[in-house]
């Protein structure tokens, strides 16, 4: 299988080689993402492969379902407990009985690329083929160095963050640290990820406002023990070595509320009165806010608007959340954005990463607004736009108002552990194909677009998200 260059033409194919190759073997940033840390904390071998590419992938299991295949029979545990298919080898026919949907997929390229380049398989999945590929897999990671540390090694990771709430102990990341892992100078770092309380629509707001509490020491029956709290875990997550926050809003919305305004919206949502008016107007209150805590304390403030979370009500009522149920919807940026950077949009000590499920949005808002405010920065293509159709069309939407370098690099936002050197692969050949249609139209020297290539694969995400060291 040939590595593609995503090139349109053979000239261009041939510059956008030399530019990949300029940058294949740097080292990868994974500042945003979603590996559950006691990977890397137990450093377990890895299950069959089934339970390690298909269950948690919901790119696959949303494809299958899609065509009438519920991720029961796929191994996806039901929230009752009810039965699902419990034998990988069944789950991983099912996946090869199926294999045609994915003709012209990202998830098909990242899963025949992990094949090749993570675990040396070069059969083509078939239904025919499915055992044969199954037990390559199988016996590969049965070997110490596909473990979980061996392969972050191998794969060239210089950080990878993972993603928790403040209600989260840590105690993986204590581990990581003990064992030389993790803290400030760490290898493996967390995202402070506040969603589930500030969110008052969702059903376990009350109960995570309680657990915050608990664990921060604070009286979060007051909106300013709340935010104390909020602070306090902040400083919890910094010693652990955090860099960034991250906002999974449904919109963008920001609002500069008074500390009394705040504390009624507050004190409904813990009395259970809230309305989805209020859920909304606190999100967009506290999004101010957080960017006010991180002129004090340093941190990357990402924002990630534009989910209709569990858009499919009865995949959320079998499966929960995160399994393929969210659909992207149209975004508002310019005004709701307006009130945040009113407030700080010019502190340049301030990180903004936003991104977008809204491609639209492109070149119309975001790309005009990173390159005009100094704290903004766009976020890469990421969810359903993390493909190389959608990161061709990125750069050529935002380059022309906000050039390279008020983007932040790529992201690679994922749950699948195995594929991060694939997905950075992906995004690094993005980027050389479209540099190299520069060079081709006489638009950019060869020089610069070197240049630019190594900025974009890593000089950039190391700055934008703090993790050289400058935390201020």
Not at 47 to 72: C, E, F, N
Not at 402 to 422: E, H, K, L, M, Q
Not at 444 to 461: G, K, N, R, W
Request: proline share 7%; with cysteine; net charge negative.
């Amino acid at each position: 299988m040939s590595e593609p260059t995503f090139a349109i033409d053979r000239r261009q194919a041939g510059i956008a080689r030399e530019l990949f190759e300029a940058v294949r073997d740097m080292p990868l940033l994974s500042p945003h993402g979603h590996v559950d840390p006691r990977l890397l904390a137990d450093d377990d071998p890895f299950p069959d492969p089934a339970r390690l590419l298909i269950v948690p992938d919901h790119y696959v299991t949303r494809m299958l379902l899609s065509q009438g295949i519920p991720p029961s029979r796929l191994g996806v545990p039901r929230r009752d407990g009810g039965e699902v298919e419990s034998d990988p080898r069944a789950i991983w026919r099912l996946l090869a009985e199926n294999w045609h949907l994915f003709r012209g997929t990202p998830s098909r390229l990242w899963l025949e690329q992990t094949f090749r380049t993570v675990f040396g398989v070069e059969t083509p999945l078939r239904r025919e083929t499915a055992d044969e590929v199954y037990d390559a897999i199988a016996a590969r990671l049965a070997e110490p160095g596909f473990r979980p540390r061996a392969l972050f090694e191998r794969f060239g990771i210089e950080v990878l963050a993972t993603t928790e709430s403040p209600t989260d102990d840590l105690a993986q990341h204590a581990k990581l640290a003990a064992d030389g892992w993790g803290g400030p100078d760490g290898r493996v770092i967390s995202t402070f990820r506040p969603d589930n309380v500030v969110d008052m629509d969702r059903e376990d707001w009350r109960d995570e406002i309680g657990k915050l509490g608990a664990i921060s020491g604070s009286d979060v029956e007051t909106y300013a023990g709340y935010i104390e709290a909020l602070r306090k875990r902040r400083e919890a997550f910094i010693a652990a070595g955090t860099t960034c926050t991250d906002h999974g809003h449904p919109t963008a919305r920001t609002l500069k509320l008074t500390p009394a305004e705040a504390a009624a919206v507050y004190q409904r949502g813990l009395q259970g009165n809230a309305t989805r008016e209020d859920a909304e107007t606190f999100r967009a209150h506290m999004l101010v806010e957080f960017a006010r805590m991180s002129l004090d304390d340093g941190l990357v403030l990402q924002i990630h608007p534009g989910a209709n979370r569990d858009h499919n009500r009865k995949l959320y009522a079998s499966h929960g959340k995160d399994v393929g149920g969210d659909i992207p919807q149209a975004t508002d940026y310019v005004h709701a954005l307006r009130p945040l950077l009113d407030e700080f949009g010019m502190e340049s000590r301030l990180h903004i990463v936003v991104y977008t499920l809204d491609e639209y949005t492109f070149s119309r808002e975001l790309a005009p607004l990173a390159g005009g405010y100094p704290a903004m920065f766009l976020g890469a293509p990421w969810w359903f736009l993390d493909t190389p159709d959608a990161m061709r069309r990125f750069r050529e939407a935002v380059t022309d108002a906000a050039g390279f370098y008020n983007t932040a690099g790529f992201v690679d936002d994922t749950r699948a552990f195995c594929s991060i050197p694939v997905r950075h692969s992906v995004a690094r050949r993005s980027d050389a194909a479209y540099l190299a249609s520069l060079v081709a139209q006489d638009r950019l020297p060869m020089d610069e677009a070197a240049e630019t290539m190594a900025d974009l694969a890593y000089h950039l995400p190391k700055r934008i998200f703090k993790l050289d060291g400058n935390t201020k």
